[in-house]
């Protein structure tokens, strides 16, 4: 493992995603979650508080970029020592703002928890919200929660292995900090909301193409219930 980007809770995932993979590292990201595999072992170690062999899971990828690796950061770094962490250095009324937006999405999300996929992500990604918020989602401990994270990684990171990404970081900062060559392409993280929406959007547009007959029993039948209770249950 020679990357650990510290992710705060974001819609902008698949950005940093991008980011990373841009710069020619094979990425553990989200999408390793909607594996059964993968999602057991997230999961046990949510419902068990333990912690899993990192060197098992996580060994074989250059880079792990994953809501869920700030839980875990301490024990992963223990497992890592001498991976390069990227962390964002941003204003915590901004970060509340930004959590709230990933939360938000999240929770849109639910209602399709019929698709097996969706639904781990969906699992694995709120629990680890309950255990690093504890619980506790009002703007205060957002703040107070992400300033602490922040604060152990600057003590317990070496100040040279250590990136804090700024909102307005380009290419140069993170070639400057990996030693790497600078893509050919736009540099892909702090793309707009917008488009991180569109992204998800057309991901969730390709799952109900795929299994529209299912979606569509599903909402019918959610209109359906909605219907009797209104108008015919007593």
């Known amino acids: 493992m020679k990357i650990i980007w510290v992710q705060i809770h974001d819609i902008k995932q698949l950005s940093k995603e991008q980011t990373i993979k841009g710069l020619g590292y094979y990425v ?3 999408s390793k979650l909607q594996k059964k595999s993968h999602y057991d072992i997230w999961n046990n170690s ?3 508080h333990t ?23 301490k024990s992963i770094f223990e497992a890592f020592p001498d ?3 990227i962390i964002d250095d941003i204003n915590p009324d901004n970060y509340v703002i930004r959590f709230k937006k990933f939360h ?14 969706i639904n781990r992500i969906y699992s694995v990604v709120m ?10 989602y009002s703007n205060k401990n957002i703040k107070k929660t992400y300033l602490e994270l922040k604060k152990e990684v600057l003590e317990i990171v070496p100040k040279d292995n250590l990136l804090l990404v700024k909102e307005d970081a380009g290419w140069i900062d993170f070639t400057t900090f990996l030693n790497v060559s600078t893509p050919s392409f736009p540099y892909p993280l702090y793309t707009s909301n917008n488009l991180n929406i569109q992204r998800t959007g057309r991901a969730l547009l390709a799952s109900f193409l795929k299994h529209w007959p299912i979606y569509t029993l599903y909402i ?7 219907i009797y209770l209104i108008f015919f249950y007593h």
């Open 104 to 117: 938000h999405l999240v929770k849109v999300l639910s209602i399709l928890r019929f698709n097996t996929q």
């Open 127 to 136: 629990k680890g919200f309950f255990i690093f918020y504890k619980g506790d």
């Open 220 to 226: 019918g039948t959610l209109i359906g219930l909605m």
């Open 46 to 48: 949510a419902l068990n």
């Open 83 to 85: 991976a390069k962490v």
């Open 28 to 30: 553990y990201g989200a």
């Open 51 to 73: 912690m899993p062999d990192w060197e098992q899971l996580l060994g074989k990828y250059n880079a792990l970029v994953v809501p869920l690796n700030i839980t875990y950061f």
